[in-house]
């Protein structure tokens, strides 16, 4: 009776795809991966999540999946061929599941459904992982150590049953061989914030999301700290260490495939990830600090490279500023512009024309949306302040005030305030991206408040533009 229904099944399977699904060995070529195997070894890679579960349990081994990669070029049908642990077993078929960038096999000429398997690894990634809560463990000095014998601090991070924090960490110092509670300033802080889009057309523009931050004794973010969509879905994991980026941050669809990997470089600076909707790697770039992108790799949506090792035809979408989306396209030579360059709003009309030499700007002339045209000699002229970046520094300096009631507290920590540079100079649409303490939160707004008037607005491609700036704003007692 059992191989009766299992049979049964099969024919349903087959019938919905209204053609035989062959096995690997009956046909001429095989499913692959759109750019080769390393580009779905760098997607599983990122995607992977690590169940908590698993991470409690020490895990460690290869979840074996099968599916079938159709004509389209998608993959459905994913099932576990061989077990390593229900939760691991879960996150390995979601994770190949999200993958749909395939050549589809061939026979007779023809693409035709072959089924495709793999194996995902799962191995632990963090220590001190037990149900409802992370133990870590420090040295005198403040830095990690792997077992408890050694340790003169202890950290204890109660989390859910996804491993997310959802209490403030408890910290205790050794005593003899017993552990004692300290009264620290440790803390879960969980606040909404308006993230915004300049590099994804298949986002929304902005989003109200939900981040649940950890900041250390110094108030100072410390940690992994989680972003959620309106839907609960996991929207980013950002990574510091007393305040400082570190680590790779990942950013995600609302389906839960990875849409951007940041890694945080030694030195300052950031190497980005972007992959299609599908799965299907689009490019690879530096974002160095202060300088602008260079686009380093680049794959259209079929899989094909077209830009590598920074030369070959490119084409970059992104939106400008608070403008429109915008595709660039031209070529690259050693990162570097060359050639014609033209920019295209999103309904094809023309919004730019011209002319670089291997990185030098020649010429340039951009079209409004009557067809006025206006010629420039640079592409972009950024909003500044009076006296340029010495004089902001002088100025946030001289009109600064530690609040008394942070002093008190010894609260330290680095605000991140946005507002809006309007064309005449005057500011606007002022907003705290990144709190600290309301007393500080507060004084950065009032002190960027006081910079109105006092800013020469930008300009892009001969025309006046609103830029939205973002400026850090540190407070640190002497």
Known sequence: MKKTFTVFLLCLQLTAFGQAVFKPFEVESQPEPQGGLPLLEKFIEVNRRMPYAAEVAGVKGTVYVSGIVGTDGRITGVQVVRSLHPACDREAVRVLGLFNAWKPGQKGGKAVPVEFSYGIKFAPTRSG??????????????????????????????????????????????????????????????KLETRYNYTNPNLPDSLRVRRISLLSVRNRLQGTQYVFYPSGALFATESYEDGQAVGTWLYYYPNGLVCQADEQLQGGGVREWHWYPNGQLKQVGLRPERKDYELLNQWDAQGKQTVQNGSGPAKIVSRLGEMEWVTETGALINRQRHGTWTGRRADGQLYYREEWDNGKF???TSYGLQVDAITYDKPKIDAEFEGGLPGLGEFLTGNMSYPRDAARSNVEGKVAVSFVVCTDGSLCDYQVIQSVHPSLDEEAIRVVKEMNGKWKGGILRGRPVRVKYNLPINFVLQ
């Open 129 to 190: 992982c037990a149900p409802g809560a992370i133990t870590t463990y420090y040295s005198a000095d403040g830095k990690p150590v792997a077992e408890e014998a050694g340790a003169q601090y202890r950290l204890v991070l109660p989390v859910d049953s996804l491993g997310y924090p959802n209490a403030a960490p408890a910290l205790a110092r050794r005593k003899g061989e017993a552990w004692k509670d300290m009264d620290n300033r440790f803390a879960r802080r969980e």
């Open 362 to 364: 020649l010429r340039g």
